[in-house]
């Protein structure tokens, strides 16, 4: 059974950072796509970077040089390190697996940005 933890979300500043971490059981992330998403309150839940089995990443444009995405092959963990956060990136974010034909969520980790 495939189980996704997040954790490292918090409460920081405008300007701050955080970094995420997925922890996965059950399954091999190396050869998984592995996604952050985050949701605002009355917002629908949107996708935030990607990383695949071979390395490539991708970025949504507003977190683009911002964000980073990585991955801990022996730790069978992503992460998302966050820089520059803005109040505009305070959301729950959830970790996704795909693999097999099958999609996996976490259940999120709130980041809330404020003074």
């Known amino acids: 059974q495939v189980q996704l933890v997040e954790s490292g979300g918090g409460l920081v500043q405008p300007g701050g950072s955080l970094r995420l971490s997925c922890a996965a059981s059950?399954?091999?992330?190396?050869?998984?796509?592995m996604r952050w998403y985050r949701q605002r309150p009355t917002e629908q839940r949107e996708f935030v970077a990607g990383i695949v089995s071979g390395g490539t990443t991708k970025y949504a444009d507003s977190v683009k040089d911002r964000f980073t995405i990585s991955r801990d092959n022996v730790q069978n963990t992503v992460f998302l390190e966050m820089n520059g956060l803005k109040p505009d990136d305070t959301a729950v974010y959830y970790c996704?697996?795909?693999?097999?034909?099958?999609?996996?969520w976490g259940q999120g980790t709130q980041v809330t940005v404020s003074s």
């Open positions: 996704r697996q795909l693999s097999g034909g099958r999609s996996y």
């Open positions: 059950g399954s091999d992330i190396s050869i998984a796509d």
